[in-house]
């Protein structure tokens, strides 16, 4: 069974761009979350999409946005990048949104850079 | 407002003792917790998870001990192994959200 898989594995763009990051959820699994891991810092939860709506975002400005589409894959979007964007993103896909443990199987995420 | 907080950085073991990671919270409202490991240039792969209801889990050679009072957990790796050097990630989950609250991490070596 394929795992949450991620694209592309290194983006570099320059300030004031925009980045799209593209997450494939394991096969069955309707949940995506997003997550920001930057230098020095734990994992930060970012977005929670399920059955294609916005369940849950964390403390991040509106540029930082995404969708779930039909088929259960997900997109985020950062504009106006800022330098402090630069971070390693993480997908993590759930089979159910309030199961049991919520076990969250991640993907290897997409290293941002923002020069 | 860190909610997870893992106050050791790193942790450094011989192989085959034991090896316990701390982890404290703030927000008793939480309903899992979980224990992610997290190797280079991979995503975080999930450990062994505790219920708030629960004082401990085992798993093999894992174990997790959840102590509500002191809204403390630790995880407990015996006997260590080389293999386990990597970054272990406390997380924290409640149902309304959705979310997995991370702590910072710690760093565990195991030496040969």
């Known amino acids: 069974e394929a795992g949450v898989t991620q694209s592309p594995t290194h983006l570099i763009k320059t300030r004031g761009q925009q980045a799209t990051l593209r997450c494939s959820p394991i096969s069955g699994h309707t949940s995506v979350y997003w997550y920001q891991q930057a230098l020095g810092l734990g994992l930060q939860f970012l977005l929670w999409y399920d059955e294609g709506e916005e369940r849950n975002r964390g403390n991040f400005p509106p540029r930082f946005s995404g969708r779930q589409f039909p088929n259960y894959s997900s997109e985020l979007n950062v504009n106006a990048l800022e330098l402090e964007d630069s971070a390693l993103y993480l997908c993590?896909?759930?089979?159910?949104?309030?199961?049991?443990?919520?076990?969250?199987?991640f993907g290897p995420g997409t290293r941002l850079t923002v020069l | 407002d860190q909610q997870v907080k893992q106050n050791s950085p790193s942790l450094s073991v011989q192989e085959g003792r034991i090896s316990i990671l701390n982890c404290d919270y703030t927000n008793s409202m939480f309903d899992y917790f979980l224990w992610y490991k997290k190797y280079p240039a991979e995503g975080p792969t999930f450990l062994i998870s505790?219920?708030?209801?629960?004082d401990k889990n085992e798993d093999g050679r894992f174990t997790v001990f959840l102590n509500k009072s002191a809204k403390h957990l630790s995880l407990h790796i015996v006997p260590s192994q080389p293999g386990d050097s990597a970054v272990y990630f406390c997380a924290a989950f409640h149902y309304n959200t959705g979310k997995l609250i991370f702590g910072q991490g710690t760093t565990l070596q195991v030496k040969p």
């Open positions: 993590a896909s759930s089979l159910v949104p309030s199961g049991n443990h919520n076990e969250q199987f």
């Open positions: 505790i219920s708030s209801i629960k």
